[in-house]
C-alpha cells in the first residue's frame, strides 16, 4: 500500500487513550489523544505537524510517551489506514516518505500468521506457521535499509490480531522456537500447498542457501489440493519443456499473463497442435511447508513438532530471546 502509492504525505495518530511522541533534529512534540500529526515531504526532509507545531528533519521518530512501544495508525490519506503497535521512523528517499516499523518480534509473528493462514487452519497447523514465520523473520536478508516489506515478497502482514484469535495464541505458544539446520536458524520457506509432493531448492532451480530442502510426499494435497488447467502458445513458452519446471520460469510466465497462468510448480505438459497444455495441482512454490498440507496432518492429530519435522527433514527446533524486526508497510 504505502510504497506502492509512493506517499509523499502521510498522517499518524495514537490509538485510542494513548499518546504519541515524535522527535528528530528539528524538535520534539506530542500528539495527545484525538489529534493527529500530518507527515509530508518538503524540501528533501520529513517536515511534521501538528496544531500550531511544524518542523523539518532528516528522520522522524515516534513512540510512546515514555520512548517505548506505541499503538498507532497510520495512513495514506484518502487511500489506507493501518494500525501498528511497536516504534517507527520516516525518512525521504527519492521524494517519498518511508516509514519503517520497528515491532516486538512475536507481534509481527502473530500479526504475519493472522494474514499468510487459510482461515480455519487447525491450532498445530498455526503453531508450525508461527515457527516457519519467526524463523524467516531472523535468519532472511531482502532488503537493504530495513529488515522486512509486508507484501507477499517477505509476508504479509496486516495489522496484530485479537488476543484471543488462533493466530495469537499459536505464536504465544511457540514463543521464541525457531527452525534450525546444523545450528543456524534457517529462513524458512512455505507455500500455500505443494500439490502433492514438495520440492528441493536445486529441483526449483533457487539459488542453494545453507538448508537445501527435500521433496517429500504430501498425502493430504494428493487427494484434497485444488486442480487447474491452462493453455498457452508453445511458440515463446517452449524452454518449459526442457527439464523439471523452475520457479524462475513460473514467476516469468505469471508476470506476463497472471498469477493463476501457473499458480505452483507441481504439474504435467502435453503439446497438442501449436499450444502447450499444462495441467497441474497446488499454489505456490511448493518448497518447505505446504499449508494444505499441515492442516491436513493437524485434523489428523499430528503436533506441531511432527509437521515440522515432515516438511523440514534433518532440522531442529531451537530457543532464540526477544529481539527486534524492522517492517517497511508497503500495503
Ligand atoms: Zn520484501
Ligand atoms: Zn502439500
Sequence with gaps: MLGLFHPTELTVRPAPQTALLLEGDGGRMTIEDGKEAHLRV?????????????????????AGRQGGSAAFVLSVPGRIAR???GAFEVSVRSGTLVPVVFMDLEVAVASAVAAESPP??????????????????????????FGFCDTTHCQFLREPPAADSPALV????????????RGEIIPALFSA?????????????????????????????LR?????????DLENNVDLLNGSPTEAQRLRIDRGLGWSTIPGNNYELEVAGGALI??????????????????GMAAQGKSFQEILDYYYLNTSLDGVGEPLVGLRPTR
Design 42 to 62: 518538503v524540501g528533501g526532509r520529513v517536515e511534521y505537524a501538528s496544531g500550531d507545531f511544524a518542523f523539518t528533519a532528516s528522520v522522524v521518530r515516534g
Design 83 to 85: 494500525e501498528y503497535r
Design 120 to 145: 480455519g487452519a487447525p491450532l498445530e497447523a498455526l503453531k508450525a506457521q508461527a515457527i516457519v514465520t519467526r524463523s524467516y523473520y531472523l535468519a532472511a536478508r531482502r532488503h537493504v535499509n
Design 170 to 181: 499459536a505464536a504465544a505458544s511457540t514463543r521464541g522456537l525457531v527452525l534450525t539446520y
Design 193 to 221: 500447498s505443494c500439490g502433492g509432493r514438495t520440492r528441493s531448492l536445486r529441483e526449483a532451480g533457487m539459488a542453494p542457501q545453507d538448508y537445501p530442502y527435500y521433496s517429500v510426499i504430501c498425502e493430504y494435497c
Design 224 to 232: 484434497h489440493a485444488p486442480r487447474w488447467k491452462s493453455v498457452l
Design 278 to 295: 499444462i495441467q497441474g495441482s497446488g499454489q505456490g512454490h511448493g518448497i518447505g511447508l505446504c499449508q494444505l498440507g499441515a492442516a
